[in-house]
């Protein structure tokens, strides 16, 4: 090879890698970084299917993410089968030209996807320490040729600069996990005290408005956000003493007053956070009860003044405060809690809110009756 | 140059950058990033010194964080000024070869950190948007060289592959500090009841318990966990009537036992949890009340069956409430709750844990008085 060609093919590289280590600028959640960097290093090895297999110790499998049209269907592989089982407990990689003559290969798997594999290289991902976990793996190397030693050396590389990447990612998605479930854990230490249905309550409030954000047309992002903080409309109970929140009888007009006050609470507690996620839960908490006609609590905030997701909370809370029993009503059906929401857009509800609640009306009778089979009183 | 030479140079590049990137694994603190970033790019240009500057926007400055020994003692400048001012505001790199002779070079940095600078290479480190939020500096090549065109395309390309670390790193900050505050919101929650200096309280018992622990010998992350769970200790209140958490006059045999529950409840609302910080904290609302003789409650456990975070709690527990006045009790000096607690080594306290406390007598008493200063009442 001529001079110039080697030294261009070296200085390619060494751009590719560079272009390779940008890209995965500001990416920190764990699904689309696996799926970036399977998309990328397939273009670069050459490869026909390009895969990142994680381990998952307590469940004892090997796991994908898939991407099948709008569904995230997550291929699970049992530890300790197959190619990729092999690289996990050897922590070594390997290369075979020709899978079906191999007895480690797992036809399964591609009856499964209904890929037809020829030929494999996988390289194991391994941890600060050394421990292995995770797999990448390339499928079918292009134009019918096999992968050599320099593609193994290339997948290598990428696969130790992706590791980095991919457990920062898993470090992110944990802490995410234990912010969420900190929410989660707020809002039923608010309601402790009313110790009927909380943990049903508070999910159906998060489902119902995920479902009916979806149908606003939010952005992922946003439904995501709405779904984790609405359980924490009612927070501001805390404030409300025993003899007003307990009490089982009808609430004087003094009793009603202070009982309305939960909203402020609510706002007192949350607002100011640097948390966008508690910053959104005030909104909601202080705006839930707002009427889109301006009759609402606690400040007779009118239409686009309220908070959008403190629209679509109202309807959600609306909707499984009908659906179970009281002390003072009966249990309503979804079909005449539906009926009333439809009717109140405009007076009660933003007339978009409800439109949305219409799109949504399906799913949210599953989630209706989801929550009905489970047995009341739970928490 | 013979063409081993070059090949051999761009190959060794290529060698560096993949060093590079494998060294950035798994930092997702900000901290220590930024540190391990700047001692890498300094050995790599062959520079005396390197930093990175983050743009703080709401504060309108640009701050590094310095390692001092023990304390962190970050370097603020003003955004706006000087050469790194000036690659900030134009988003584009400067090299300088003799800064005493350049206007927009502030002599006053130097004054400042004692380093007598001569030539400076600065590139601005820009998000995915393009948005430049922060500067990559080395400044005085070795060996009385000035920086070329070659250590700026070096530095460049080190920086757009740190843009993408320290991007991540931010971001899991905020969520870092978002988790945090929601835990401190959650212990405000519980006791938003119960009306008195519960923020000034809460503080307290986080850096109390920071404190001993600290003295206990316990690492940087566990001492801030302790820290962080702590104030959760009596969350369990929330489920407590307000005829017994609220009643001033003392307490009868049955209410009293019924205000011991709160930490069973404390166990109910926490255990279970993904999040390690949540775990840690059920471990300490649980048994933040058992002595080290074993006549504690709910448990009665003895010595070692106490965690030890909780044993740590125990102590900085009674402190704030021995030195706070109650309905029942005035406030006790500092010097006379130090007896008390010194004094219950090996029966009501674990005594290694007493032995820490003593040993962080001076920063407890800064604390304490920093705690009285505050008005009480506030929260």
Not at 197 to 222: C, K, M, N, P, Q
Not at 337 to 352: C, H, M, T, V, W
């Amino acid at each position: 090879m001529a001079r110039t060609a080697v030294v261009d093919r070296v200085e390619k590289r060494y751009q590719m890698l560079v272009r390779f280590g940008q890209k995965l600028h500001g990416v920190v959640r764990l699904r689309p970084l696996l799926t970036l960097l399977a998309d990328e290093v397939r273009r670069i090895v050459g490869a026909a299917r390009c895969s990142i297999f994680l381990v998952d110790e307590a469940r004892r499998e090997l796991w994908t993410p898939v991407a099948q049209g709008l569904d995230a269907r997550d291929l699970h592989l049992p530890l300790g089968q197959g190619l990729i089982g092999h690289v996990v407990a050897a922590g070594a990689a390997v290369r075979v030209a020709d899978v079906y003559r191999d007895p480690r290969f797992n036809p399964a798997v591609d009856r499964h996807t209904g890929f037809k594999t020829r030929n494999v290289m996988a390289v194991p991902l391994k941890d600060r320490s050394g421990r292995t976990f995770g797999v990448f793996q390339a499928l079918n190397k292009r134009q019918g040729l096999d992968f050599d030693a320099e593609d193994e050396g290339l997948l290598r590389i990428l696969a130790g600069l992706a590791a980095a990447a991919v457990e920062s990612a898993r470090l992110y998605e944990e802490l995410r996990d234990s912010h969420v479930e900190t929410i989660q854990r707020l809002a039923r230490t608010a309601e402790y005290r009313d110790a009927k249905d909380t943990a049903a309550h508070l999910r159906s409030i998060g489902r119902y408005s995920r479902l009916i954000a979806r149908g606003f047309g939010l952005s992922d992002g946003e439904v995501e956000s709405i779904e984790c903080a609405s359980p924490l409309h009612d927070i501001g109970k805390v404030g409300i003493r025993d003899a007003v929140l307990l009490k089982t009888g009808p609430l004087t007009a003094a009793e009603t007053s202070e009982m309305r006050r939960h909203t402020s609470f609510g706002w007192e507690i949350l607002s100011e956070a640097k948390s966008p996620l508690l910053r959104l839960a005030a909104e909601i908490a202080w705006a839930h009860h707002e009427r889109f006609d301006g009759r609402g609590y606690p400040r007779g905030l009118k239409g686009g003044k309220i908070p959008p997701a403190a629209r679509i909370v109202a309807v959600a809370d609306v909707l499984d405060a009908l659906t179970v029993e009281r002390a003072y009503k009966r249990a309503w059906g979804f079909e005449e809690s539906a009926r009333y929401i439809l009717n109140e857009g405009g007076r009660q509800f933003d007339p978009k809110v409800v439109a949305a609640f219409r799109r949504a009306l399906e799913p949210l009778r599953q989630a209706w009756k989801e929550r009905r089979s489970r047995a009341p009183g739970s928490r």
